[in-house]
């Protein structure tokens, strides 16, 4: 007994087993982890590396290039970029996808470890760090207060709320930025130090021994073992101010060559929030927590941490990640509910039966739920990819079912009671039911071996569909056939029944059906005519459709990066905020909250922010309560920005897969960056002629000025003095150092060594530096060279080559005409020899993504190809069969030209979908032909009748997967632009393939019998003669 029969036979036993089963899918979606997109592993290690008060020149010599060289035989390195900025120094190592980055962050510390005694002795030891996106901030809240300033909420923030909110399950981390910072300052005052014949790092290394903690062994006594410690704490201001700096007849103090003050640590950056100088908390989760249920909880304990802190304290949030993913996934949800709702009516409307539709809405969503229970025991997570995948598959879950309870209709119109025409009915089609899952199953296995982040992000979707249809072909071979032997009790053979009818409307369009198909049987020729040239028209539509790498979608937040003159003071970044700040309230009213963080942020530093650039992040208003789209706000907010003067700014992308990079990148490689940067200059100057170009940027400012100390090396050896010695003591002077803890009632502060603020402002104050020697003192000017001279504030590097680039963002454009005519601007621009010019940027990426998918669709066909012929025992029937894939190519061409949808990554995703899902309808009409000509009818009288007899089956299927698709394609919702394209070529390529299959590949049916006959005379003719 076959499957289905033991379905039938121990219905009891199948229902228990589906109640279990649907129980655990619930279950399974309870405990689902929920997130934007799946865990993507980026093949990406960074090496930071501090070394502070170096030039980026002098990084790039001392720390970049040596690091470079020690990683760069590293197995499976694909691409070496860095960038070496005053004080620290950047190596990204980007390694083939697949590659093992456990082993790859291993190889790299190895390498690092072999090269450290060559590094700078002072410079910081490197740090080595896998990149994982899924770790990156999921929210940014303001802490503000009305009754306390910016040092008192810094100081609840860091040692009330940072502790509290990294105990809340999922939380990785919590970051706070803005507001003052407690510090005990020294200020230096030259003179007086010169005076004393003192260095400021006498006076550090004074301060620095007067205070600490040591070992001094251990007592024993008869009963006790005592571990003796001396401690020596500043405790006091006072007791700070009166340590013996030099000993004498009369000591000299601190307080007779410095100010001793309980300050605040020199402010070299800032936040604002909502137009009040503020504090941001920004949190991150773990790797492999849940999203949205971690941003839950966050604002839970909030409102615990509220009742702990003084009144008045409030927090708001800047932005939440999880609202658009829990928002996206919630109108995916609806999506596939209306998609359930409108099929369902589909199938009622076709079969004309009550309880037969009851099967369908009772089967479609038990497969739904045991599609979660798979992805539970997959271990994969519920985010917009899979959940998109379960809402394209949809209208494709009842095909199976369709078939079945079709056959079984038909064996109960021929007198068999329900039980007899539930196990025939399913039995008989099983096979052909499951060469059709496999079909369709088969064209997305090359998508699953598709490199990079498309694959890995578009992993999950094919593999839900595939779940959820696996599960729909066990629900159509055993759930159907037993509901179906219960619910459906009457005789269709005995009495008229609304099952066995076609609605009236099916039949005025099986008759017009009919007489065209009986017309293309005889006018083959001009029926294949009109086909080519309706495929050579689609394809002719290609060069006046856009092309783009994912659709942007409307997050309701707004990044914008400003970039002020270099070496502009903090003062002047605050004037520039404050003037945006008026912008948004007189022409944005759809923003909510605003902050800025700008200049440097410490330990907090997104983007690699540098002194002279704001980041500005903006929450809108949700969507539906807004007139203006979020593009449409950027556009306007540009024109407003490029009314101040002295800045540069860009927007940040926001597609799914945007990692922040500019649309289109050009690279201009060259070791002389001033002729690298002439030719950027020169390439930005023409693009900005571009309509549609924005946010035009060249990565490297302007040269910033510097002071170059060149030690004269033989007077250091007459006076007995070192390098390390005079950079030592210009660094404490200079930059300042902490050189101990001052503590009180159980906090500590930073004690920090520095020359007065006026005396570092002072040009001639660097010259007069004081440098003591054996028997009294030098300025500095006399044992040194210092010249004034100009440098990169970054240089930028790849594969061991340095570059300038030229970025821009896109507005009114598609990404392929930009590249069109971005790439033309190239060809008229003359590059030296030892230079070289490459495209970069998303335009990168979709190039590549394009062609391995292309690849994949390829590679789909054959697979399809080669699992009709097992089916069929045949090459021929198969290679008819196939001609469909190419008639759904010409809908999807032009229901994406009618639709102004540009060409993307999503688009093709669809016709991966739909290589599997066109060939359905032709195996029905193929399968079916065949079986009449066994019985002897006609070649011609068979392939008319096949496609008068299959047309309800072959419509609904199509009509079930098209509807499925609509609302997909209207955009509904947060998230929806991302699966437009995908839908809209499904829709379009559906449409056109049914129509054209129930035509076109009767006509080729007989054309290739006919060739095959003829074939056949000529070799064989003659013999039976």
Not at 394 to 417: A, K, P, W
Not at 556 to 564: H, W, Y
Not at 681 to 687: I, Q, S, T, V
Request: contains cysteine; proline residues 4%; hydrophobic residues 45%.
């Amino acid at each position: 007994m076959n499957l289905s029969g033991i379905s039938i036979k121990r219905k009891v036993t199948l229902a228990m087993i589906y109640i279990i089963a649907v129980g655990f899918g619930i279950f399974s979606l309870t405990q689902l982890k929920v997130a934007m997109t799946p865990d993507i592993d980026f093949p990406i290690v960074l090496v930071f590396t501090n070394y502070s008060g170096v030039s980026s020149e002098d990084i790039e010599n001392l720390v970049t290039r040596p690091i470079e060289e020690a990683v760069s035989a590293t197995e499976n390195i694909k691409k070496i970029s860095s960038s070496s900025t005053n004080g620290s120094a950047m190596v990204m190592l980007e390694f083939v996808y697949g590659t093992d980055m456990d082993k790859a962050e291993t190889d790299v510390r190895n390498s690092l470890d072999m090269i450290r005694d060559y590094l700078p002795s002072d410079a910081d030891e490197p740090i080595v760090l896998a990149l994982n996106p899924s770790m990156m901030p999921i929210m940014m809240l303001s802490m503000n207060s009305k009754d306390l300033g910016p040092a008192e909420l810094r100081k609840l923030g860091e040692d009330r709320v940072e502790p509290l909110l990294e105990r809340v399950d999922g939380v990785a981390s919590v970051e706070i930025a803005g507001g003052f910072e407690r510090q005990i300052n020294v200020k230096l005052n030259p003179v007086l130090l010169a005076s004393h014949s003192l260095s400021p790092q006498d006076v550090a290394t004074a301060i620095q021994t007067s205070a600490g903690l040591v070992s001094a062994g251990n007592i024993k006594t008869f009963t006790k073992e005592y571990n003796l410690r001396i401690y020596s704490e500043y405790r006091s201001l006072e007791q700070l101010r009166n340590i013996v700096i030099k000993p004498g007849t009369v000591p000299l103090r601190l307080k007779d060559v410095a100010v001793v003050e309980d300050g605040f640590k020199e402010i070299t950056g800032d936040v604002r929030i909502n137009s009040r100088q503020g504090i941001a908390i920004i949190v991150s989760k773990q790797s492999d927590a849940n999203t949205v249920l971690a941003a839950q909880k966050v604002k839970k304990e909030l409102e615990n941490i509220k009742k702990v802190l003084p009144q008045g304290i409030n927090f708001e949030i800047l932005f939440d990640t999880s609202e658009f993913t829990s928002n996206s996934l919630k109108n995916l949800y609806n999506t596939a509910i209306m998609s359930l709702i409108v099929v369902i009516i589909v199938i009622y409307t076709f079969i004309r039966s009550f309880r037969g539709s009851l099967i369908m809405a009772i089967s479609m969503p038990i497969s739904i739920i045991l599609t979660f229970a798979v992805l539970y025991l997959s271990d994969l997570t519920l985010n917009v990819i899979s959940m998109a995948g379960l809402a394209l598959a949809i209208g494709m879950l009842v095909d199976n079912s369709i078939v079945v309870l079709e056959n079984i209709f038909r064996y109960q119109s021929l007198g068999h009671n329900s039980v007899e025409a539930s196990e025939r009915g399913a039995s008989e089609m099983s096979m052909a039911i499951i060469a059709s899952t496999l079909t369709t199953l088969s064209v997305f296995v090359p998508v699953l071996f598709v490199p990079g982040i498309t694959g890995q992000l578009f992993k999950e979707m094919v593999l839900t569909v595939t779940f959820s249809l696996t599960v729909s072909l066990l629900v159509a071979l055993t759930l159907v056939p037993m509901m179906s032997s219960v619910f459906l009790k009457e005789r269709l053979g005995s009495k008229k029944s609304k099952a066995s009818d076609k609605p009236k409307t099916l039949n005025k369009f099986t008759s017009k059906y009919q007489k065209l198909l009986h017309w293309s049987l005889y006018h083959k020729k001009y029926v294949l005519l009109i086909v080519l040239l309706l495929l050579v028209f689609s394809f002719c539509l290609i060069p006046f459709m856009g092309g783009e790498f994912m659709p942007e979608t409307d997050q309701g937040r707004i990044s914008l990066t400003i970039e002020c003159a270099t070496g502009v003071p903090l003062t002047s970044l605050r004037e520039t905020v404050i003037k945006v700040e008026k912008i948004l309230q007189e022409s944005v009213p759809e923003v909510v909250t605003a902050s800025f963080r700008f200049g440097v942020q410490g330990s907090f530093n997104p983007g690699g922010s540098s002194s002279n650039t704001i980041v500005a992040n903006l929450r809108l208003l949700p969507q539906n309560e807004r007139k203006r789209s979020q593009k449409e706000i950027e556009i306007a907010l540009r024109k407003e920005l490029d009314n101040i003067a002295g800045i540069s700014y860009y927007f940040e992308g926001g597609g799914m897969m945007s990692s922040g990079q500019s649309a289109v990148e050009i690279k201009v490689l060259g070791n002389d960056l001033a002729r690298a940067k002439a030719i950027a200059d020169n390439l930005k100057a023409r693009m900005e002629k571009v309509e549609g170009l924005v946010d035009i940027r060249v990565n490297v400012n302007d040269y910033i000025p510097q002071l170059d100390v060149h030690l004269k090396q033989d007077v250091l050896n007459d006076l007995k003095l070192t390098n390390l010695q005079i950079a030592s003591i210009v660094s404490t002077a200079i930059q300042g150092r902490t050189v101990a803890k001052y503590r009180e009632k159980g906090d500590e502060f930073n004690i920090y060594v520095q020359l007065d603020k006026k005396y570092r402002q002072d040009r001639n104050a660097l010259d007069n530096l004081i440098i003591p020697v054996a028997g009294g003192t030098v300025p500095l000017r006399q044992i040194a060279d210092i010249k004034e001279t100009q440098g990169p504030v970054t240089i930028y590097r790849e594969n061991q080559e340095r570059y300038v680039s030229v970025g821009c963002n896109l507005a009114g454009i598609d990404l392929k005409t930009a590249v069109e005519k971005i790439e033309q601007i190239q060809s008229e621009i003359a590059i030296p020899s030892d230079m070289m010019m490459i495209m970069g940027g998303t335009a990168e990426d979709r190039q590549e993504a394009m062609f391995y998918l292309l690849l994949a669709i390829m590679v789909g066909s054959l697979l399809v190809y080669m699992v009709m012929a097992s089916q069929f025992e045949s090459l021929v029937d198969p290679f008819i069969i196939i001609f469909t894939v190419p008639l759904s190519i010409i809908g999807v061409l032009i229901f994406l030209f009618i639709t102004n949808t540009p060409i993307s990554v999503m688009a093709l995703i669809g016709v991966v979908i739909l290589v599997g899902i066109a060939v359905n309808n032709g195996i029905v009409l193929v399968d079916y032909t065949n079986q009449l000509r066994s019985r002897g009818v006609g070649l011609y009288e068979a392939a008319e009748e096949s496609g008068i007899t299959r047309i309800r089956p072959v419509l609904m299927t199509a009509l079930t997967t098209i509807i499925g698709m609509i609302p997909l394609a209207l955009e509904l919702g947060d998230g929806s632009e991302t699966w437009a394209p995908l839908a809209k070529a499904v829709i379009g390529g559906m449409t056109a393939t049914t129509f054209l299959t129930l035509v076109v590949i009767p006509c080729l049916y007989i054309i290739f019998e006919e060739w095959g006959e003829k074939i056949k005379r000529k070799l064989f003719g003659a013999k039976q003669a």
